[in-house]
Every structure is written in structure tokens, then in C-alpha cells.
């Protein structure tokens, strides 16, 4: 992996982004399905292993986000301070939910078929979380972001390395060749960063 390819981390996180929506969004499809068969468990698996390892990276990425804000917000601003423990609390959350749905795919490998409700509730249970999420901190910072952030304290945010590049890359493939007919993560048009989840 070349420096300069590294160094192009906002393409990469954006690309990660668009990815993580479009498996996010055929997964939500796929649980609609109601004949499950092992090739629809694979795809399940697919798409957890995917979150496990996606929303990590999300995760980590908001924390450093949050540490690196929190000097920059003045005592008495009590509109940031509550932002940023909403971040924080948004963010224990959303690690929960990815560790009980990483849970519920384990069980489901180990039982084949015989665990399928419990991950589907668990499923549901990530996927309200996650949207959550993702409507009441999507930029709620930014203003201040942009007023303090310099582009190394993004490439800091960013952790882009070639291993998390490789990695993401295998795990989006694992989707999409184990995708069912409809649900092809790749057919999902990218939602712009201002748009609200579907």
C-alpha cells in the first residue's frame, strides 16, 4: 500500500461509509425474507461480521472524535457538553448492541436453523439502536469540528492503515458474494452524509 494511497483517508472513510450503509440496508431487507436456508444464515453471518468489524472502526473513530473536542469546549457550554455525552452514551450503546448481535451470529453458527428468532430479535434490536444513533449525533458537532479540527486530527480520526483497508474490503466482498437475490448491497444507491438513514 502506497503512501500517498494512505494519505487519501477521506476517500477511504468515505468509501467505508458508503459501504457500512449499503450492508446495513440489505440486511434490513434480508430479515424481511421468511424462508431461511443456510445460504441466508452465510449471508446473516456475512453481514454481522461485517458490522463487528465496521462499526468497531466507527466507534473508535467517534471516541477519538469526542477526546479531541472536549478540550476545545469551554466549561459553561452546556449545548456541547451535552452533545458530547450524548456522543458518549450514544456510543456504549451502539458497542452493546454490536457485541449481543456478534453474540446471537455465534449461536446461529453453532445451532444452524435453531437459533434463527433469537438472532432476528437481536437484529432488530441492533438495527433501532444503530439508526438511532446515527439520527441524533450525525454532525451534531460538526460546527465546532470545523472551527478547531486541522487535517492531521482527521487523519487521527480516520485510523486508516493497509490492514483496515484490506480488511474492509474482504468483509464487503463476503456480503456481497453471499448476498440473496434483492438483497446485493451494491445495488443500495450511497446516501449523501446529509441525508437522513432510510
Known amino acids: 500500500m502506497s503512501a500517498s494511497a494512505l494519505n487519501d483517508f477521506e476517500s477511504h472513510v468515505s468509501n467505508e461509509r458508503t459501504h457500512l450503509s449499503q450492508v446495513r440496508r440489505a440486511f434490513t431487507k ?28 466507527l466507534i473508535n473513530q467517534d471516541y477519538i472524535l469526542h477526546n479531541l473536542l472536549l478540550p476545545h469546549v469551554e466549561a459553561d457550554n452546556t449545548e456541547y457538553k451535552n452533545k458530547l455525552e450524548s456522543l458518549s452514551k450514544g456510543l456504549g450503546a451502539m458497542e ?34 444503530f439508526l438511532n444513533m446515527l439520527a441524533t449525533n ?26 483496515s483497508i484490506n480488511s ?17 448491497p451494491q445495488s443500495f444507491p450511497p446516501i449523501g452524509h446529509h441525508e437522513k438513514p432510510k
Open 30 to 57: 434480508s430479515l424481511e425474507i421468511q424462508n431461511v436456508d443456510p445460504g441466508l444464515v452465510h449471508f446473516y453471518v456475512a453481514c454481522s461480521n461485517y458490522f463487528y468489524f465496521s462499526l468497531k472502526r
Open 96 to 129: 452493546e448492541s454490536i457485541i449481543q448481535l456478534n453474540n446471537a451470529k455465534d449461536k446461529l453458527v453453532k445451532s444452524g436453523l435453531y437459533e434463527i428468532d433469537l438472532f432476528k430479535k437481536e437484529a432488530a434490536h441492533f438495527l433501532d439502536v
Open 168 to 184: 474492509e474490503k474482504t468483509l464487503y466482498n463476503d456480503v456481497k458474494l453471499s448476498a440473496p437475490q434483492g438483497c446485493e
Open 138 to 163: 450525525r454532525h451534531s458537532t460538526y460546527d465546532l469540528e470545523k472551527q478547531v479540527f486541522k487535517p492531521e486530527d482527521w487523519k487521527q480520526i480516520a485510523g486508516v492503515t493497509a490492514d
